[in-house]
């Protein structure tokens, strides 16, 4: 299809390139710096051209001022943050569950280097942080990004978002989901660790002769492999149903904005 290649098109173009690539530096796996740079532009740029072509026909003239185009601008890149920041808010959940896992198992000092966040974590983090990030991509989760942007069009089109109070205020009970999918995920194990140190505490006051301190380290361990190992198997429905919520609330989040 022949596109006509205006100043108006033009600007639209920016102002939907600009939304895309801040909702690709912010989302999950595409924001990670693992990423080229030169992929997220240019994958942005190819999104842009090809969902602007959905509203070619009723495109707005923009405010000729420099100053108000400028403000445009940088309402997209707010719509952008937010919608990759409610998609990131699941996975920072199940990553959650792998830091109080990794506490409890007493592995917090082993630190390795999370592939998602560029940050030191220990290996139960990494471990949970990888599973979610598989999760993510086997329920098309990159898929469901690029319908999100597209829907961020239904309700916004370019140059007409206005970022206001109620919308940041939707953020928070949002916000909250991190801290409910991380005890979801890391109950079965943290609570079969505080039972474990509880057993311990009651060995060393009936049997001071021991060393429990020395012993209580790889039986947590111990104790928390095995619990995971049982519970994996159901730990994948668990995660694909928080990451089914995310999706929901971010799918009622731009349907009521």
Aim: no cysteine.
């Amino acid at each position: 299809m022949a596109v006509e290649i205006s100043g108006l098109y033009l600007e639209h173009l920016f102002l939907l390139f600009v939304r895309i690539l801040a909702l690709l530096m912010s989302a999950p796996i595409f924001g990670h710096r693992s990423v080229p740079r030169l992929a997220k532009i240019g994958l942005a740029g190819l999104l842009a051209h090809l969902l602007l072509q959905i509203s070619i026909g009723s495109l707005t003239p923009l405010p000729d001022s420099v100053g108000h185009f400028l403000l445009l601008t940088a309402h997209e890149v707010v719509l952008g943050l937010l919608v990759g920041f409610v998609a990131t808010l699941a996975i920072t959940g199940l990553a959650m569950a792998g830091s109080i896992v990794g506490t409890s198992m007493g592995l917090s000092v082993a630190n390795l280097l999370s592939p998602l966040t560029s940050e030191p974590v220990a290996v139960a983090d990494l471990f949970y942080t990888l599973l979610a990030a598989l999760m993510f991509l086997s329920l098309g989760g990159h898929h469901w990004l690029i319908r999100s942007i597209a829907k961020t069009l239904d309700f916004a089109p370019v140059g007409t978002f206005q970022p206001d109070a109620q919308a940041l205020a939707d953020l928070i009970p949002l916000s909250a989901t991190i801290f409910v999918a991380a005890l979801r995920i890391a109950l079965p194990v943290f609570g079969a660790v505080m039972l474990t140190n509880v057993a311990l505490a009651l060995i060393a006051r009936s049997v001071p002769q021991m060393n429990v301190f020395i012993l209580g380290l790889p039986l947590r361990v111990l104790v928390a492999l095995t619990v995971l190992a049982v519970t994996l198997p159901s730990m994948g429905p668990t995660m694909a149903a928080i990451l089914k919520e995310g999706m929901a609330q971010l799918v009622a989040l731009l349907e009521t904005s």
